[in-house]
């Protein structure tokens, strides 16, 4: 138990966890933030993905591209 504590106390494992925060709280922000603006500015999955789901429910994506002129 001694170890765990003195692990505790490193620098290293002290940067790591600070930036481990960032990362997830940064990550629980920019999930709902875009959800809103997909929503208000009414933005989609673009069309060229089609999913499709097969009779033992496994998802199959294909992708269609379309010449732009």
Same mark, same amino acid.
């Given at each position: %138990?001694?170890?765990?504590? @003195?692990?505790?106390?490193?620098?290293?494992?002290?940067?790591?966890?600070?930036?481990?925060?960032? /990362?997830?709280?940064? %990550?629980?922000?920019?999930? =709902?933030?875009?959800?809103?603006?997909?929503?208000?500015?009414? /933005? @989609?999955? =673009?069309?060229?993905?089609?999913? !499709?789901?097969? !009779?033992?429910?496994?998802?199959? /994506?294909?992708?269609?591209?379309?010449?732009?002129?």
């Amino acid at each position: %138990m001694a170890e765990l504590t @003195h692990m505790i106390d490193s620098e290293v494992f002290l940067a790591f966890s600070t930036y481990a925060t960032i /990362v997830v709280l940064k %990550m629980m922000l920019m999930s =709902p933030m875009t959800g809103y603006f997909r929503l208000t500015r009414k /933005v @989609h999955k =673009p069309k060229v993905w089609n999913v !499709q789901y097969t !009779q033992n429910n496994l998802k199959r /994506v294909s992708l269609h591209f379309t010449a732009v002129s």
